[in-house]
């Protein structure tokens, strides 16, 4: 079946720092990828996402590129800020699998913390 | 724009007791619907789902039910709750496209 996997958390970084959060995936089809980030007691905010392979999501400085001979979607972010701290989820859509159902697979998530 | 909502946003309910947490969804028509369960410092677990009026699939086995009685409405109940119920309960929708828009959450503790 499909799975991602997500770099074990949590990471904290300075201010300014570059941010990489890994992202590998399994699926039997070609999945539509994505990033969602969760602010403390809030819900999931899609950040992200690539619908084909070497297609690059990008939104608020974060950065993914969809690598198919890799498996992998990384995050990235050149310059972190404090406001940045959440939860990130990197998640896929496999419409083989899924079918009308639409239903996403989730990474276990990956806390970040940005200090001042 | 669509936007969807969850009520409440917080509850605090004894073991035992039944529970009603509802979700509508605004600004679209016949939208695929979504339960989800997050337990603390855990990822998501996906509860329900439904492709539409009066159907609903399950995910994993519980004490816990999902209706949609009408098209941009999901209700997520249980008759009797059990500790392991606590956690955020969270519902999201999705057409067209395959990313899904989540709500803000409810918090659920049960003591």
């Given at each position: ?55 690059k999501g990008s939104n608020k400085g974060f950065e993914a590129t969809y690598r198919k001979e890799t498996t992998s979607f990384h995050l990235e972010k050149g310059s972190v800020q404090v406001s940045d701290s959440a939860v990130y989820f990197c998640a896929l859509s496999d419409p083989s699998s899924s079918g009308s159902a639409r239903q996403l697979t989730f990474g276990s998530g990956t806390q970040l913390t940005v200090l001042p | 724009s669509q ?109």
């Amino acid at each position: 079946g499909d799975s991602v996997t997500q770099m074990e958390g949590p990471v904290t970084l300075s201010e300014e720092a570059f941010l990489t959060i890994n992202c590998t995936y399994t699926a039997t089809g070609y999945p539509s990828l994505f990033w969602y980030v969760q602010y403390p007691g809030e819900g999931l905010q899609l950040l992200l996402k690539a619908t084909k392979a070497d297609d690059k999501g990008s939104n608020k400085g974060f950065e993914a590129t969809y690598r198919k001979e890799t498996t992998s979607f990384h995050l990235e972010k050149g310059s972190v800020q404090v406001s940045d701290s959440a939860v990130y989820f990197c998640a896929l859509s496999d419409p083989s699998s899924s079918g009308s159902a639409r239903q996403l697979t989730f990474g276990s998530g990956t806390q970040l913390t940005v200090l001042p | 724009s669509q936007t969807i909502h969850q009520w409440p946003a917080t509850l605090v309910q004894p073991v035992g007791s039944p529970l009603s947490l509802e979700c509508t969804v605004e600004g679209t028509s016949n939208p695929n619907l979504y339960w989800y369960r997050q337990a603390a410092g855990r990822g998501l677990q996906l509860l329900f789902y439904s492709v539409g009026i009066g159907q609903i699939s399950s995910e994993v086995p519980q004490n816990l039910s999902a209706s949609r009685p009408q098209d941009r409405q999901f209700i997520l109940s249980s008759k009797k709750l059990l500790l392991s119920d606590s956690g955020f309960y969270l519902c999201a929708w999705t057409k067209g496209g395959y990313e899904q828009y989540f709500g803000p959450g409810t918090r659920l503790t049960v003591t």
